[in-house]
């Protein structure tokens, strides 16, 4: 059904409307950021030297980049650790068994109902009070396992929901050819569900990325924590914490046009494009020898 059917064509004045609001918007917003930089410029927030600073070599190879190394190592632990624990209790929750499926759904309500910070905690004092992981390495095991746990539980349920969401036909048809539930399971439904619920996946990839910086309550030093650490030791704190901003905003970007190439692939594999048989111009059968 198309969107003339369903919404009414707005006519001229309220195209002009549209625009006269849009104009105004505009204006605001405009006025808006001449009013912060003018601010800014009269706290000397705009000195060329609070800026400079973030471009010196002892700045990247001391904060901005070990900051950033630890941001991805976490960050990529979390999502192939989440992917892992979200497809083990996905499809937990989906087994034939009532007993698998209501401890899968134990696990994972939990898991999700806990806030990601507390966990992080939790771990960090049970860790160091239980002195099986080297000290060091406290801080990074806890953001890992904390975002593991609550991320891999929400993927958890976005493989429950994306299975579900397929046509009944799928697994009607796989039973038709002699699948078992299992087999159909993870030979037709999941690879379909993922690729459908890819989107979804990546912006809990995002998530993952974004609360990694709360490891800095556990003395985890990630991209936010060193450059806090920065902007304090050099009087540009706003300064530090924009570049770090523009960093995570940079690598969510990549991350989401990768995504889109991934699905992009993904679908052109599974879309069945063939050459279709065309069937040849009347007349143009190949006849028969007839037998004298």
């Known amino acids: 059904m198309s969107g003339a059917v369903l919404l009414d064509t707005p006519g001229p004045r309220a195209r002009r409307n549209t625009l006269v609001a849009n104009a105004v918007g505009g204006v605001v917003l405009v006025g808006i950021v001449v009013l912060v930089l003018w601010k800014l410029g009269q706290e000397g927030q705009l000195e060329a030297s609070r800026w400079?600073?973030?471009?010196?070599?002892?700045?990247?190879?001391?904060?901005?980049l070990p900051g950033l190394q630890n941001t991805v190592v976490a960050a990529l632990y979390a999502v192939v650790l989440s992917m892992a624990f979200g497809l083990f209790f996905?499809?937990?929750?989906?087994?034939?068994?009532?007993?698998?499926?209501?401890?899968?759904?134990?696990?994972?309500?939990?898991?999700?109902?806990?806030?990601?910070?507390?966990?992080?905690?939790?771990?960090?004092?049970?860790?160091?009070?239980?002195?099986?992981v080297p000290a060091p390495q406290i801080p990074l095991v806890a953001v890992v396992v904390a975002l593991t746990l609550y991320n891999g539980s929400v993927i958890a349920e976005l493989v429950r929901s994306g299975v579900h969401g397929l046509p009944k036909g799928q697994r009607e048809a796989a039973a038709a050819i002699g699948m078992t539930h299992t087999q159909s399971l993870r030979l037709v439904e999941l690879p379909q569900a993922l690729i459908a619920m890819l989107p979804s996946l990546v912006s809990q990839f995002v998530i993952i990325l974004k609360d990694s910086a709360l490891g800095?309550?556990?003395t985890f030093n990630e991209l936010l924590q060193l450059s806090r650490q920065f902007g304090a030791a050099n009087g540009n704190m706003l300064q530090s914490l924009a570049l770090c901003a523009a960093i995570f905003i940079a690598i969510n970007w990549l991350l989401t046009r990768f995504a889109d190439w991934v699905a992009t692939r993904l679908s052109h594999r599974t879309s069945g494009r063939t050459t279709p048989h065309v069937a040849p111009p009347p007349g143009a059968e190949r006849e028969e020898p007839v037998a004298a």
């Open 90 to 132: 996905g499809l937990g929750r989906l087994a034939p068994y009532a007993w698998v499926r209501w401890v899968a759904g134990t696990v994972v309500e939990f898991f999700r109902a806990v806030p990601v910070l507390l966990m992080m905690i939790a771990l960090w004092l049970g860790l160091g009070f239980a002195k099986v």
């Open 52 to 64: 400079t600073s973030l471009l010196t070599s002892a700045a990247w190879v001391n904060y901005f």
């Open 216 to 218: 800095y309550i556990v």
